[in-house]
Structure formats: structure tokens, C-alpha cells
């Protein structure tokens, strides 16, 4: 488990109180929710989004840490789609909890992921490199299993020394134990958001061009792009900018924090929005079903 401590418990001066986009242990993250809600009360976060992906089993945890530290939890997720082959993925924030189409459909994502894992280990063993499901699963804490669960078994083994690598050599896109994952179309994901009353999102565009698909996204229900990002740099973040100013869209942002050994230099709190972001989206949750 990592420390909770030095380096990456800096933030970013001035603008940044939410950082609306985190991972915790319910998905791919190393730090459980209460670790994830205690770390941002000492970056001095006055909010942080907890958005495991394909899962809200992390909520309850991060509300109970919330109130104990004193920092709002906004209830968030995050679903990976695709738009003709590019990989698109969206936030949700606030949705109902209680919404059963909600949890039915993120139990099948689950289950894919699984399936996932499955075909990526029989890849892995025609190249000479036997894992059982066992031993992924030994890294699993959460509902939702992924990749660098892999990664983890790998570096068990002794086959890598880092993610990093076991993502170059074996798991990443074109490597040769690459398995695309399930994915729902965009317009699917943003409608399981709105029908549960929350509200959609698209995360990280960066420098991919989806100019076009986002005027029948917003007719699907899409109510917001995530402008600051870790992986975004200023021409990224400006056109992010635009892209929101255009079609009115709330401008989210977030660090995409998983931990440090996960998802190097993506520190909770360096990447955010002031707090009246968060209220922008709380007043656009629970509105009409579409």
C-alpha cells in the first residue's frame, strides 16, 4: 500500500478545490475510497469525484470518509465506449444508487471484463507465459477486474518489473497479448447516466478529433467534457475549453489519479476545478429522464 504522504500530496495552486475524477480500489486504483477521500482532505480538496469504472460499489465507503474529513464526495463513474473503432470513455456523476438498470447493466460490463481477462491469460499462455484467473484475481479487490490486475500477477511472477513494462511487452494496444475490451456506443452510456438522473460527461478527449460525433452526443444526453486532465496539455486543455463554450457544456477536470506506481504523475489535486463546478453539476442531476 502506498504511503500517504510527501510528493503526491501537493496540489496545484489556486483554482483547483475538486478534483472529479479518481480511482480507488473498487476498480483499478491502489487506495481504497476512505484512503482516496483522506488523501484529498490533506491536499486540501474541498471535493473529490470517486469514478471507478463500471462500478458504484466504492460510494458508500467514500461518503462515510467524506463526512469524517470533511470533503464532499461527488458520486461518479466511469464507462468505457466506443465511437467506430476510437475509444471514447464518459463520466457519469450523481446517479441514483437505488437505479436497477443502472446496476444490471454495469453487473454485464463486469462480467465482460472477466471474459476479458480470460481471453488475455490464453493469449499470455500461448506465448509461453502461464497465469491462472487465481492469480489475478489475488489483486482484485473490488467488482471490477482490469488490466493492470494483469499487470500485477506479471510483476508477481517475475515476467516484468513494472506496469509499465507489462503494458509495453504484453497487455497495451498492438501488443501481442492484447484483447479489445467490451464496449457499449457512446450514446448507450450516456443514456444509462441520464436514466439514472445523473449527469454524463465526456472525459479526456485530449487531441482526438470527435468534433463531429459531439452534437448527436448532446442529443443523447451529454451534459458536460472534462477540460483539465492529466494527460492534457495546454493546446488539449484550450480545445477542451472551446469545444465546452460551444455547445454549453459544463467544463469538468480531474487528475485521473489511480496512485502513484498505477498511473505515474497523475497526483490527486494537481488537476481540478473550483467548487462551484460541482455545483453546476448537482443543479443539472435528478433532472427529467430522457
Known sequence: ??????????????????????????SDGLLSPAEVVRLAAQCGLRAVGIT?????????????????????????????????????????????????????????????????????????????????????ERYVQGEAVGRPHIAQALIARGYVQSTREAFERYLGQGAPAYVPRFKIAPEEGIGLIRAAHGVPVLAHPGARRLEAAIPGWIKAGLQGIEVRHSEHGPAEEARCRELGARYNLVLTGGSDFHGEVRKPGAILGRWGVPYGVVEQIRALAGGERL
Open 1 to 26: 500500500m502506498e504511503a500517504i504522504s510527501g510528493p503526491a500530496i501537493r496540489r496545484a495552486a489556486g483554482f483547483v478545490e475538486a478534483d472529479l475524477h479518481c480511482h480507488t480500489t473498487a
Open 52 to 136: 471507478d469504472h463500471d462500478t458504484i460499489e466504492g460510494w458508500g465507503e467514500a461518503m462515510a470518509a467524506g463526512r469524517e474529513h470533511g470533503v464532499d464526495v461527488v458520486r461518479g463513474i466511469e464507462l468505457n465506449t466506443d465511437w467506430g473503432g476510437v475509444e471514447v470513455h464518459i463520466l457519469g456523476y450523481e446517479m441514483d444508487p437505488e437505479s436497477r438498470e443502472l446496476e444490471q447493466r454495469l453487473q454485464e460490463l463486469r462480467r465482460a471484463r472477466w471474459l476479458r481477462v480470460g481471453a488475455i491469460l490464453a493469449r499470455l499462455a500461448e506465448l509461453g507465459i502461464p497465469l491462472a484467473a487465481s492469480e489475478v
